[in-house]
């Protein structure tokens, strides 16, 4: 009978415990390099769904709001030019709403629709007037007069206030509060959208008329009356 000495008998235990080790190691390393891919795809799905939210929330929410009441500018009387009580102008102030960006209004980069019982326009803005402030209509549409540009032709002698309509329903924005001279609506600063009709397109009373800024960026403003009974030179619209 062989005797075999103790310790002389292979053992393949310590190399199956190594390679299992090793197997281990690389599904760690594979799952890590997984996690890292969707943990990164995941980070930059989330960032574009936060840029998307915040450009759509810039889009949805206009900066601009009405300042005020909105007015208009009677005629009552045949010497005014007109048969029946009808407006021949109107007045919008507006400004930026608290947290708004600025809003450039320059004829390039914004629009204004207009809409009555009778008309529809998509665009009846000449441009903004940044000559000065201007406290009064009236003094608004005298410097409209003077304005160079073909868009302000309309207004060429033509004073809706105090004398005849325009040759075309034509809109401006001028400043009553101004920081600056340029043509951007500022946080601080108070403008008015003036309106200013052609003898057809005058409203009558019971009519709705609505008036749209359209800006490049941002939401519009938007802004829909109706004329109450013209019984005065100054209409107060809401």
Known sequence: MKLQR????HSHRG??????A???????IVAAALAFVVLNMGFQTSQKAKTTIIAGLGESSSSMQVAGKVTGVGCTTTAGG???????????????????????LQASTTAVKYVSNSVEYDDIYAGPITAAEYR?????????????????DAFNNEHP??????????????????????AILDQGEHAVLAIGFSESDRPAA?????????????????????????????????
């Open 6 to 9: 103790k310790g002389t008998r």
């Open 15 to 20: 190399v199956i415990g190594v390679e299992s």
């Open 22 to 28: 090793i197997v281990m190691i690389a599904f760690v």
């Open 82 to 104: 007109c048969t029946t009580p009808l407006l021949n102008a109107t007045a919008y102030p507006i400004k930026i709403s608290s947290g708004g960006d600025s809003v450039d």
């Open 136 to 152: 009064s209509l009236s003094l608004a549409f005298t410097r409209a007069e003077a304005e160079t540009g073909s868009d302000f």
């Open 161 to 182: 206030v105090t004398a005849n309509s325009p040759s075309s329903t034509k809109a401006f924005v001028y400043w009553s509060v101004r920081t600056n001279t340029n």
């Open 206 to 238: 019971l009519d709705t008329i609505r008036a749209e800024i359209i800006p490049a960026t941002g939401a519009s403003l938007s802004v829909e009356r109706q004329v109450p009974t013209i019984t005065t030179a100054v209409v107060d619209l809401g």
